[in-house]
């Protein structure tokens, strides 16, 4: 799928490539519609390119399309938010040096995805790339804050490069990086939380 340009489009809305449940009966308080949708999935796209002008990709918005193998990010999205690719099982690639912020579980269970070498975010939620179990390089270059278990079980990872900037590494951060050897930490000030490494 070709999203076609020169559409004024700003963002990929929540749940947009997946289909989902509404649930009228769904005990919230929040008057927010998203609360009520439950994700279930997209079995048939294969690739996405998204067109230059989309800044953030919303939450769910490619939840669980198990198909999906390919995706082209413009220059201009620098926000993909929480779940957006949950366990898109079968998704090997996507450009990711323009994001900024990746929110928790963005990538989760993404577990062929290979293309992940250099990821210009400076903050990385929790669980974000955890079980990625093909990626074997991450250059964290503008790297702040890597949430808890951000690559956790990412057990073909064996290089890691931080630059100056990081500041706290979350408890398993890189847990289970069996593959990990070496890795050098900018400075001493780094915050390693528990069973970081």
């Given at each position: 799928?070709?999203?076609?340009?020169?559409?004024?489009?700003l963002y990929i809305e929540s749940f947009a490539f997946s289909h989902y449940i509404l649930e009228n009966d769904k005990?919230?308080?929040?008057?927010?519609?998203?609360?009520?949708?439950t994700p279930i999935g997209n079995?048939?796209?294969t690739s996405v390119v998204i067109p230059e002008g989309v800044e953030e990709i919303r939450k769910y918005a490619f939840y669980n399309c198990t198909a999906l193998r390919k995706v082209t990010l413009p220059s201009s999205t620098?926000?993909?938010?929480?779940y957006a690719f949950y366990t898109n099982k079968s998704l090997e690639e996507i450009n990711l040096e323009d994001v900024v912020v990746i929110g928790a579980k963005a990538f989760y269970d993404c577990e062929r995805l290979l293309e992940a070498n250099t990821l210009n975010a400076n903050t990385i939620g929790e669980y974000a790339f955890t079980n990625c179990k093909y990626i074997q390089s991450v250059d964290l270059r503008e790297l702040?804050?890597?949430g808890e278990s951000a690559f956790a079980n990412c057990t073909a990872l064996s290089n890691v490069s931080f630059e100056k900037g990081v500041e706290l590494i979350a408890p398993r951060a890189f847990y289970n990086c069996s593959a990990l050897k070496n890795f050098?930490?900018?400075?001493?000030?780094?915050e390693l939380d528990d069973f970081a490494f």
């Open positions: 799928m070709v999203i076609p340009e020169d559409e004024g489009i005990d919230t308080d929040s008057d927010d519609l998203d609360d009520k949708k079995h048939t796209i620098t926000k993909i938010m929480e702040k804050r890597a050098t930490l900018p400075s001493s000030d780094v």
